[in-house]
């Protein structure tokens, strides 16, 4: 064999490995996502039948994510459970708080399953309140996000699909909520580079083949946004912080527990309580306070109004989508 002959053999045995293993990773990747929809399925099956008045969001919580790890998955981010206007990000405190469901209540449960840090978002939601306005309001969320899934495939503009979702919500005269959403997912991240925005004007991103999307509808009797609330109960690691001074011993044993556990991903307080009896409320604080953490503040409607949402997690495939939820 020549020298010339040796070089072209080795580069095609590197280049047929890089592809086996890129195989091997695209073969990793649709089989956690499909094992995560599944258990994200049978999880909100388990739990829709516990949803109901006079029941504590508390045990509601605590049951669903017991769940998911019950059925080998991993909580993607603690459950969120919330009620009227609020849209998003409530999840139970460290004590409870006593919250419990009531017959005027518009509930949404928000839940996210990962296998190894490839992740499914899915959300529904349960209406007690027999007011007229709310008739329709589940059904605005359910008819937009299957209008919008049969738009998706490869080089799919998501402005269209905004604009799609936001014809079909205000037709029910509700309302999109603008800061909200629907996103692409990414390997240990939740909220990936991409959006899938609730209105035509927002601007969009192309979708790609093999690329994974929470489809995320809201629909609202408010004026379609939100307000942070000084309320926090979730918190993730921020991906921009270098290292920082930390004086709290906790602090430092907290940051360490959340890295190797959680990752990127959102976690709650009362994860951590789980394992630390004491100092959690001060190591948060301070790690928030150094940069290393961000809180999610729970988001609020105008007070009075009500919020619904509809949620499924797709891959975008060759001709259109696989829903995984």
Not at 149 to 171: A, S, Y
Not at 214 to 243: C, K, L
Request: net charge negative.
């Amino acid at each position: 064999m020549t020298e010339n002959e040796k070089i072209k053999s080795e580069t095609q045995e590197e280049k047929s490995k890089e592809e086996l293993d890129k195989e091997k990773e695209e073969k990793l990747k649709i089989e956690s996502l499909q094992k995560a929809g599944k258990i994200a399925q049978k999880v909100k099956e388990y739990i829709k039948p516990k949803i109901k008045v006079g029941a504590k969001v508390f045990d509601l919580i605590s049951d669903t994510e017991a769940k998911i790890e019950e059925l080998d998955g991993l909580c993607a981010f603690p459950v969120n459970l919330s009620i009227n206007n609020i849209a998003a990000h409530y999840t139970s405190p460290i004590k409870d708080d006593g919250l419990e469901i009531t017959e005027e209540d518009l509930v949404k449960i928000d839940l996210g399953v990962h296998i190894k840090g490839y992740i499914v978002d899915t959300a529904y939601s349960v209406n007690f309140n027999e007011d007229e306005s709310l008739e329709n309001i589940i059904q605005a969320t359910e008819v937009a996000l299957n209008a919008a899934k049969m738009m998706v495939k490869p080089k799919t503009n998501t402005q269209d699909i905004g604009k799609k979702i936001e014809d079909i919500v205000k037709g029910f005269k509700y309302n999109p909520i603008r800061e909200l959403g629907g996103h692409q997912i990414e390997r240990w991240t939740v909220h990936g580079k991409k959006q899938l925005p609730e209105l035509g004007s927002q601007g969009g991103d192309i979708m790609e083949e093999g690329e994974v999307f929470s489809i995320e509808i809201f629909a609202s009797t408010g004026e379609g946004s939100v307000h942070n609330t000084q309320y926090s109960y979730i918190y993730e690691i921020n991906p921009y912080a270098g290292r920082v001074p930390l004086r709290r011993k906790t602090s430092k044993q907290l940051l360490g527990f959340i890295n190797k556990n959680y990752k990127t991903l959102p976690f709650a307080e009362r994860w951590l309580a789980k394992e630390f009896r004491l100092g959690v409320a001060f190591g948060l604080q301070e790690l928030i306070q150094q940069g290393k953490l961000q809180a999610h503040y729970v988001l609020s409607e105008k007070k009075g109004a009500y919020v619904a949402q509809s949620e499924e997690t797709i891959l975008v495939t060759e001709d259109g989508y696989e829903q995984l939820t």
